[in-house]
């Protein structure tokens, strides 16, 4: 369940603990945020919800930056309610919110609009105008019109500070198993699959071609790679994510091949998830090289992914 956060909240849903921030990525520090969350919500018997921003903050003041998401809405809706939430809250970030103060976005938003009997968030979170608010600022403002505050450390792994920023260093270096711990699970790309220019059938390996949108992008390359359909099947593949050297002109694409499926897949919704990184992207002489490698390229991904 989905609300929009310009719009006051069901009476059902007024009274909620809500857990704020951005979560991108819903990764180990996140989790710890919504946990406590969901945990203070049972307790008193309330619904707990954790809120968004969406479109990013980065995107409205920066909306040159290059791609940078872990995750979709709908991605993070269906983890959020994973983890317990029982509904998402969403903040458009537009010019309304940008201009809001600290105070009005206590006292008209959290409190008036929503109805929040509580908030969590994590230490580093700012909020309001120019980021004039801050966790003390957010306890201040709250106790002055009932609203209770609590906060959370940041999550360390390792020795270092779970944070998105960390994930996103990962996977532009190709590290899918830093990525994984820090996120509890695989990256993944999540779209509808476009008619290509089906090269791959004509030559043996069939993909199913996703556009990357406004994910981050991963170290151009080879990963060994498993899909979620519509349907839950599960299946293995090997992909190429990049622009394709050997093909002019270079398109970038998410291109996974799966083993062992014949399927129509166009137009459905497919998940793809990261566990290895095979190699970079190269540019072939040839289509007999090209397909020489990709052979290759799905053996080892068969051996990785069984293990």
Not at 30 to 49: C, L
Not at 74 to 92: N, S
Not at 161 to 167: A, F, H, K, N, Q
């Amino acid at each position: 369940m989905r609300f929009d956060a310009s719009q006051p909240l069901p009476e059902a849903f007024r009274g909620a603990i809500i857990a704020l921030g951005n979560f991108d990525g819903f990764h180990l520090g996140h989790q710890a945020v919504a946990r406590e969350a969901v945990e203070w919500a049972r307790a008193e018997g309330r619904p707990a919800i954790i809120a968004t921003f969406d479109p990013h903050p980065v995107r409205y003041f920066q909306p040159d930056a290059p791609p940078f998401r872990l995750t979709t809405l709908d991605q993070r809706e269906e983890l959020f309610a994973r983890a317990g939430a029982a509904a998402t809250l969403v903040f458009a970030f537009d010019h309304a919110l940008a201009g809001t103060t600290a105070t009005q976005f206590v006292h008209d938003l959290l409190v008036g609009r929503l109805g929040a009997a509580g908030v969590v968030t994590g230490e580093d979170f700012t909020f309001g105008k120019a980021r004039g608010g801050n966790v003390a600022v957010l306890a201040e403002l709250g106790a002055a019109v009932g609203l209770r505050t609590r906060t959370i450390g940041p999550v360390l792994l390792g020795g270092e500070i779970v944070s998105s920023s960390l994930i996103r260093d990962a996977l532009t270096q190709g590290d899918c198993q830093t990525a994984e711990r820090l996120l509890t699970r695989p990256f993944a790309i999540r779209g509808p699959v476009q008619h290509g220019d089906k090269v791959g059938r004509t030559i043996g390996f069939p993909t199913a071609n996703l556009a990357l949108g406004n994910y981050l992008r991963p170290r151009y390359g080879i990963y060994a790679v498993t899909a979620r359909l519509a349907d839950g099947t599960c299946l293995k593949g090997a992909a190429n994510i990049g622009i394709r050297p050997t093909f002019d002109p270079p398109k970038e694409l998410l291109e996974p091949h799966f083993f062992d499926f014949s399927g129509d897949l166009y137009d459905q919704t497919i998940e793809v998830a990261f566990h290895h990184f095979l190699r970079g992207e190269w540019k072939f002489d040839s289509l007999d090289a090209m397909m020489a490698q990709i052979a290759i390229d799905c053996d080892e991904a068969r051996r990785m992914l069984a293990d």
